[in-house]
C-alpha cells in the first residue's frame, strides 16, 4: 500500500546533539511538508517542498534544516540551534496537479520527540 | 485570534448520540480540510471541500464560504468515533500554505 513512513516514532535527544527524522513516501506525491505540533496548538510549518533539490522554509524553520535529493524523502534535522525541540513532529505530502480538484494532503504516524 | 477557530475544543457524547464539530476561518481559502487525529498521533484525511457538502458513511462536512464557516457532523457516534478531528485551510491566494485549527477532542461514551 502507498503511504508515507516516519521513523523513528519515539526519539530522544540529548542537549546539544542534532537528531534527523525520516519521512520517506511511496505516493509519488511531487510536495512534502514538515509540521510541528504542541499541545493546545495547531499544527506549524517547518519547511515544505515542491519539488527535488529545492524547499522553502515555513512559519517557524529556526533551528531546522531539510534536504530533498530525492522525490521520495524529505529528512528532517533538528539541530542544537533549536532551543525547544520537544514536539511531535508530522510530514505530509500532496500531489501538485495543473487542473482538476485540489488534492489533500497525507500524513504520516508522527514522531515524538524528547529531550533527554 | 487564531486564524482558524474551532468549537469546541473538548466535546464528551454517548454513544448513538449526532456529533457537530464547527470551524470559523477569518482568511481568504481555495479549500477547506477535516482531518482526524488518532491517539497514537498519526492523522488521516476525512474530507477536504471549496463548497457545499460531502458525505462519507456516518460522515458529513459542510461549508459556507460566504459565512466563513464549516460544519463536520457524525451521526450514530460510536466510541470509535473518539479521536481529535482537526480543521485545516489552504489559503488563498496562492501559497501552499494551510492553516490549522488546534483541534476538537471527541469523545464517544459506550
Known amino acids: 500500500d502507498g503511504g508515507i513512513t516516519q521513523s523513528p516514532k519515539y526519539l530522544f535527544r540529548k542537549e546539544g546533539q542534532n537528531v534527523t527524522l525520516s519521512c520517506e513516501q511511496n505516493?509519488?506525491?511531487?510536495?512534502m511538508y514538515w509540521y510541528r505540533q504542541d499541545p493546545g496548538q495547531g499544527l506549524r510549518l517547518i519547511y515544505y517542498?515542491?519539488?527535488?533539490?529545492?524547499?522553502q522554509k515555513g512559519d517557524i524553520a529556526e533551528g531546522y534544516s531539510v534536504s530533498r535529493e530525492k522525490k521520495e524523502s524529505f529528512p528532517l534535522t533538528v539541530t542544537s540551534a533549536q532551543k525547544n525541540p520537544t514536539a511531535f513532529y508530522l510530514c505530509?505530502?500532496?500531489?501538485?496537479?495543473?487542473?482538476?480538484?485540489?488534492?489533500?494532503?497525507?500524513f504520516g504516524d508522527g514522531t515524538r520527540l524528547s529531550i533527554l | 485570534k487564531n486564524e482558524v477557530e474551532q468549537s469546541p475544543q473538548n466535546l464528551t457524547a454517548q454513544e448513538g448520540e449526532f456529533i457537530t464539530i464547527n470551524c470559523s476561518y477569518s482568511?481568504?481559502?481555495?479549500?477547506l480540510h477535516w482531518l482526524q487525529q488518532h491517539p497514537g498521533g498519526g492523522i488521516v484525511s476525512l474530507f477536504m471541500?471549496?463548497?457545499g457538502k460531502k458525505k462519507h458513511g456516518r460522515l458529513i462536512a459542510t461549508i459556507n464560504i460566504q459565512e466563513k464557516h464549516s460544519s463536520l457532523h457524525i451521526t450514530a457516534s460510536h466510541p470509535r468515533d473518539s479521536a481529535v478531528y482537526i480543521c485545516?485551510?489552504?489559503?488563498?491566494?496562492?501559497?501552499?500554505?494551510?492553516?490549522f485549527g488546534t483541534g476538537t477532542r471527541l469523545k464517544v461514551l459506550a
Open positions: 505530509a505530502s500532496r500531489p501538485l496537479m495543473q487542473a482538476g480538484p485540489i488534492q489533500p494532503q497525507h
Open positions: 505516493l509519488n506525491h511531487d510536495a
Open positions: 517542498s515542491q519539488i527535488v533539490n529545492d524547499f
Open positions: 482568511v481568504g481559502i481555495s479549500a
Open positions: 471541500l471549496s463548497s
Open positions: 485545516a485551510v489552504r489559503s488563498y491566494p496562492g501559497t501552499y500554505k494551510y492553516i
